[in-house]
């Protein structure tokens, strides 16, 4: 990693060593009441802050576009009769798991963390103890309230969910499911947002007949200077980054909007 960071140490070194050459210059040609040369140099002491200037601003315009782009994706509400199954592709907790089939009408949830490999995929297949169905329905309601999960013991959890492991095949798309996925598993991610593992979330409904979207949500990568003349390894030699508070995304109360769980 150190090694890595060399280069940008040295670049960045030369770039302040002509920056401050170029200072001493335009005090020189200042001094020296050489005007035309004095422009010269006061513009190239000006260019990398132009420079930053203009590509914030192209960044914050290709973001608000991006947002808007979002925001028109065709939605669909679940409708009142829907597959059984939850597919999620990612991770999914205990206490999210326990939501879901306790106040949904499906039977099962198959969880895929890992790639498909020779055709198959590695299958969590996770189902409800009746018994558990009351606590679960409890847990969403304490949601609703407070808009966060209710952390609850491993043991009670384990006896409340079972657990099965299962290489199944990877092609899946006719099999009628309610899908989750997120990360770069999501099918409307913006070109290149590959960065974060998990600023990504898509809920569709899927049957043999249709695939829809029920929701989707972001948090858009858009390459953009951090600091003039200050260069990093992100990118194009640019720090990537979008304002974490403004895209911050709880992916369980997402979810829950999704299905209709959640207002």
């Not at 035309?36 to 601003?57: H, K, S, Y």
């Not at 898509?202 to 260069?231: G, H, K, M, S, W």
């Amino acid at each position: 990693m150190y090694i890595l960071l060399l280069p940008v140490i040295l670049l960045n070194l030369v770039i302040w060593a002509f920056f401050l050459f170029a200072l001493y210059r335009l005090y020189r040609t200042w001094m020296d009441d050489r005007k035309g040369a004095m422009g010269v140099w006061l513009a190239i002491v000006a260019a990398p802050f132009i420079a930053f200037v203009v590509e914030r601003a192209m960044a914050d315009r290709k973001e608000e576009a991006r947002l808007a782009e979002v925001a028109a994706f065709e939605r669909t509400s679940i409708p009142k009769t829907y597959p059984r199954t939850l597919e999620v592709h990612g991770f999914m907790n205990d206490q999210s798991q326990l939501m879901f089939l306790a106040n949904m009408d499906i039977d099962r949830i198959y969880q895929f963390q890992s790639r498909a490999h020779r055709g198959t995929l590695n299958a969590e297949i996770i189902t409800l103890d009746p018994a558990c169905q009351t606590l679960g329905r409890q847990l969403l309601e304490r949601v609703k309230s407070k808009r966060r999960i209710k952390r609850l013991p491993r043991a009670q959890l384990s006896s409340c969910l079972k657990l099965e492991r299962r290489k199944i095949a990877s092609e899946r798309e006719n099999i009628p499911a309610i899908v989750f996925l997120s990360g770069k598993r999501t099918t409307l991610k913006m070109d290149g947002n590959v960065s974060w593992a998990t600023g990504n979330y898509e809920a569709r409904l899927r049957t043999p007949q249709r695939d829809v979207l029920l929701d989707y949500a972001e948090r858009p990568y858009i390459p953009r200077p951090e600091y003039p003349l200050l260069f990093g390894l992100n990118g194009l030699m640019k720090t990537g980054n979008t304002d974490r508070l403004k895209y911050r995304i709880d992916r369980t109360l997402f979810y829950l909007r999704a299905v209709g769980l959640l207002e």
